[in-house]
């Protein structure tokens, strides 16, 4: 090989990285034993946790009273929602799973430990329920299954039609759960005072997340507004609601909303709606408002070099941007909102937590506090964990190729 | 009043151009007339105002004495007539600004899609040419963070000409880049002013100017000091700022 042409380098001088493969053992001496004092802190801190452990396992096994739970699962689940109108409930869970199956099929590549233990987790849930709740979760496992198929199949085809499904799932949730008409129409009404249970906390969540989210990037775009009036409304109304407890805004909603409205009777769950979407799109605007400080005036300019309007420039150029660089101080909003929820008991609304209350009202089950509040917190941790691996995944995806 | 050198009527008229930022005086007073086909090169120690000027050209800066028309429309604060002169005049930037989260093809097929509502085939098949004159059709593809500093700065200018524009801007659009990749840019620059291209430049690249320049305006303090052809401006510079500055740019 002459000096003077440049060539591409020979497999020899290309070397792959040194790999990092170790043996359990290897890894155990590298992570935890790696000097005395390392080892010393190991064993201390295990000690700590196996007896810690033991006696929570104990209790577990052989002293609590998990009956509490089995015999209230329908009532931590829905509430007091009617046994006749049970099946739309399962029915939002099945399409819920068809379009997860969907979902994950065409764009969560790489992940097939998840999708594992995701899917297979109604069938394993379906073989501690009994009589309906069993073969319902069956038909939710298998719809799970079928749109993960269907996927796999047809993929790219369905990518429009799976968007779609998400937009449209939204008010046919809530077209559902709630009905219409009188006993006699096929959808009868269910009155919101019937809601509860988890149904009703993931309904606030939900509505919650649907609703502040255009509000609160409208906010913040407000309030970066180059007219002065909006400008002031928007930090004045930004400020106001973080100046004020959650508490103090679900009261407000509860009894100030009928005053301000006379005549008009708005829906007790409607009017804690509109208290959490309002609380919440303050925060929303100013966690926007950071992500709309952090790109540079070069982006602005170059759009409006090509002649641009504003809200040509906002959407297409300034918020996809900008919310891409806030998503995982988002996520942590949502999953805020997701527990704030749990606040609409002291307004009397029957949510995940008030149902607990309830739950440990009843007489057969007085003091068994410990079983429920495990449970409810395994529910809200299962629930949390789920949103934030969500974003993380979302995030890792967004930045691919930059 | 300069008499025209060209035949037709002049597409950029500036008239005592006044320009202030706070209680600075950042341009005071900018005479200047460019035609069509005409390759205009603005060059001048850093804070003269040129920057600032060509800005002024599509109200990224606004100016606040004097008269600008841009292709016959007069610049005032009509939002529609801002953006009926930003549709006509393309702009390169020193810092590329290319919108990071889109490939390179949706860069520049995005305004000619939204602004000029062409379907996105047209704006790709037009994009795809634009690409290949630009020398990287390859990349289409590709994020901008993906690029070289050369390749992100051509992209940006097909991004500009992918709205068919009859003025483009350039504001320094080679001080951004690493030397080995100026020639690139400035390659196809040239290229753009030999197929008629009306262009204003901000640069400080002499080469370039003595081989494509038509008219050369020296900047100093907000002022034009000096304009002329690049024979003139180079050998028989009138003023003593020109003669300085010149000697100091060339000089290594």
């Given at each position: 090989m002459s000096a003077s042409t440049p060539s591409l380098p020979s497999r020899a001088e290309v070397l792959p990285p040194p790999t990092e493969r170790y043996t359990v053992l290897g890894w155990l001496r590298k992570n935890l034993f790696s000097t005395w004092y390392n080892a010393l802190l190991t064993v201390i801190f295990g000690v700590i946790v196996i007896l810690l452990l033991r006696s929570v396992v104990e209790w577990a096994l052989t002293q609590a009273r998990w009956e509490v739970i089995t015999a209230n699962v329908r009532l931590f689940m829905v509430g007091q929602y009617p046994t006749a109108a049970t099946w739309r409930a399962w029915a939002c869970v099945v399409l819920l799973a068809l379009l997860i199956g969907l979902s994950w099929g065409i764009w969560g590549r790489n992940q097939r430990a998840g999708a594992i233990a995701f899917?297979?987790?109604?069938?394993?849930?379906?073989?501690?329920?009994?009589?309906?709740?069993?073969?319902?979760?069956l038909i939710t496992g298998v719809a799970g299954?079928?749109?993960?198929?269907?996927?796999?199949?047809?993929?790219?085809?369905?990518?429009?039609?799976?968007?779609?499904?998400?937009?449209?799932?939204?008010?046919?949730?809530?077209?559902?759960?709630?009905?219409?008409?009188?006993?006699?129409?096929?959808?009868?009404?269910?009155p919101t005072n019937l809601w509860g249970g988890l149904l009703l906390t993931l309904l606030l969540t939900v509505v919650g997340i649907v609703f502040s989210f255009p509000l609160g990037v409208l906010l913040a775009l407000g309030r970066q507004s180059s007219l002065p009036i909006v400008r002031a409304l928007c930090v004045i109304y930004i400020e106001v609601i973080r100046g004020v407890p959650l508490i103090t805004v679900l009261f407000m909603a509860q009894l100030m909303l009928p005053l301000f409205l006379p005549g008009v009777t708005i829906d007790r769950v409607v009017r804690a709606m509109a208290g959490i979407v309002l609380f919440s799109a303050a925060y929303l605007a100013e966690n926007v408002?950071?992500?709309?400080?952090?790109?540079?005036?070069?982006?602005?300019?170059?759009?409006?070099?090509?002649?641009?309007?504003?809200?040509?420039?906002?959407?297409?150029?300034?918020?996809?941007?900008?919310?891409?660089?806030?998503?995982?101080?988002?996520?942590?909003?949502?999953?805020?909102?997701?527990?704030?929820?749990?606040?609409?008991?002291?307004?009397?609304?029957?949510?995940?937590?008030?149902i607990a209350k309830a739950v440990l009202a009843q007489p057969d089950f007085l003091g068994l506090q410990a079983e429920v509040y495990l449970f409810v917190a395994l529910i809200y941790g299962v629930f949390c964990y789920l949103m934030s691996a969500f974003s993380q995944r979302l995030e890792a995806r967004l930045s691919a190729g930059r | 009043?300069?008499?025209?050198?060209?035949?037709?009527?002049?597409?950029?008229?500036?008239?005592?151009?006044?320009?202030?930022?706070?209680?600075?005086?950042?341009?005071?007073?900018?005479?200047?007339?460019?035609?069509?086909g005409e390759v205009v090169v603005i060059f001048g120690p850093s804070g003269s105002g040129k920057s600032t000027f060509i800005r002024t050209i599509n109200r990224l800066e606004e100016h606040q004495r004097g008269e600008i028309i841009v292709d016959g429309i007069r610049l005032t604060h009509d939002v529609r007539d801002i953006e009926r002169i930003r549709m006509e005049t393309g702009m390169v930037f020193q810092?590329?600004?290319?919108?990071?989260?889109?490939?390179?093809?949706?860069?520049?097929?995005?305004a000619?899609?939204?602004?000029?509502?062409?379907?996105?085939?047209?704006?790709?098949?037009?994009?795809?040419?634009?690409?290949?004159?630009v020398g990287i059709p390859e990349q289409a593809r590709k994020y901008p963070g993906q690029l070289s500093g050369g390749q992100q700065q051509r992209v940006a200018i097909a991004r500009a000409l992918a709205m068919q524009p009859k003025i483009m801007l350039f504001d320094e659009p080679t001080s951004a880049l690493d030397p080995e990749m100026i020639k690139e840019v400035l390659d196809v620059m040239t290229e753009l002013a030999d197929s008629g291209m009306t262009m204003m430049v901000v640069t400080h690249e002499m080469g370039f100017a003595r081989a494509v320049a038509d008219t050369m305006y020296f900047f100093d303090q907000g002022q034009i000091v000096e304009s002329g052809t690049p024979e003139q401006i180079f050998g028989d510079p009138k003023e003593a700022r020109t003669k300085l500055f010149l000697s100091q740019i060339l000089s290594h």
């Open positions: 899917g297979a987790l109604p069938f394993v849930l379906a073989t501690l329920a009994q009589d309906e709740a069993r073969i319902a979760l299954v079928i749109g993960f198929a269907l996927s796999r199949w047809r993929g790219p085809q369905l990518q429009r039609i799976s968007i779609i499904g998400w937009v449209i799932y939204f008010p046919l949730v809530i077209l559902l759960i709630s009905g219409f008409g009188g006993a006699n129409s096929p959808l009868p009404l269910v408002r950071g992500g709309l400080q952090a790109i540079p005036r070069g982006q602005y300019e170059a759009a409006r070099a090509l002649g641009l309007n504003t809200w040509k420039m906002m959407l297409l150029i300034i918020l996809p941007q900008a919310l891409k660089a806030v998503i995982p101080i988002l996520v942590g909003q949502f999953i805020a909102l997701f527990k704030d929820t749990s606040l609409v008991v002291i307004v009397g609304l029957l949510d995940l937590m008030g | 009043m300069t008499e025209p050198n060209h035949s037709t009527d002049p597409i950029i008229i500036c008239r005592d151009v006044h320009k202030w930022y706070g209680h600075y005086h950042a341009l005071r007073g900018i005479n200047m007339q460019v035609h069509k810092q590329f600004n290319l919108f990071p989260h889109l490939t390179v093809i949706d860069n520049i097929t995005l000619p899609i939204w602004v000029r509502k062409w379907s996105k085939a047209q704006a790709e098949e037009i994009g795809m040419q634009l690409l290949k004159r």
